[in-house]
């Protein structure tokens, strides 16, 4: 079966610190793969997402990065942390057709 | 512009109560409608939508699709405190992109 891990769960960055939150899924080949930011318990904002390696679709411009350096790992970058950068970071993955399953999430304050 | 627009913003019943959610939506390409639950931090899912007037059931849970007025409801039938979340209406579009609500806060009283 399929899982998707994420890490780390929680983590405090300083203003102009770098970022970087990784996700990997198991069990899938070739998945599309989602970066999402919910602030204070409201809905998804779709941030990028990728339906292979080295394809990578921004949907806000933003301070923000993604990479796909593997077929099955997604990760988000920063190089230097803005306080609105601050929130819930949720990687998803998904077959065509299929619905998203969401990682646990990582909680980022930014101090 | 894509818009995913959910109602209301939150909601406070007692258990017992039977409540509807709401969502609509403007999304080119349309391809199905998806509903969540999220509870504390991975958004769960709960059914994907893409045939007008089909209900779709699990449990005290239905939801059904009217494309014509580009919405769906999700309906809870006798609340329990165990459907206290947030339910999030989620738009995917051809090429496998998901588009999510401002989402619906449920507290349900006991």
């Known amino acids: 079966s399929q899982t998707i891990h994420q890490w780390p769960a929680t983590l405090v960055q300083p203003v102009g610190s770098p970022l970087s939150l990784e996700c990997t899924v198991e069990g899938t080949s070739n998945p599309n793969l989602y970066w999402y930011r919910q602030a204070a318990g409201r809905g998804l904002q779709l941030l990028f997402y990728s339906v292979g390696i080295g394809q990578i679709s921004s949907e806000v411009p933003q301070n923000l990065s993604a990479s796909r350096p593997q077929d099955r790992q997604f990760i988000l970058s920063s190089k230097k942390l803005l306080l609105s950068d601050s929130g819930f970071y949720l990687c998803?993955?998904?077959?065509?057709?299929?619905?998203?399953?969401f990682g646990q999430g990582t909680r980022l304050t930014v101090v | 512009e894509d818009k995913v627009v959910q109602s209301p913003l939150s909601l406070v019943v007692h258990e017992g109560d039977t409540v509807t959610l709401n969502c609509s939506y403007e999304?080119?390409?349309?391809?199905?409608l998806l509903w969540y639950k999220q509870e504390k931090k991975a958004p769960t899912f709960l059914f994907m939508l893409?045939?007008?007037?089909i209900e779709k059931k699990s449990g005290r849970l239905s939801s059904i699709l009217d494309k014509k007025e580009l919405s769906s409801i999700l309906n809870i039938t006798a609340t329990q405190t165990g459907d206290s979340a947030i339910y999030l209406c989620a738009v995917e579009r051809t090429g496998n992109q998901f588009y999510f609500g401002t989402g619906t806060s449920l507290t349900v009283i006991p």
């Open positions: 893409t045939s007008s007037g």
């Open positions: 999304v080119t390409n349309f391809r199905s």
């Open positions: 998803a993955w998904s077959e065509q057709g299929f619905e998203a399953f």
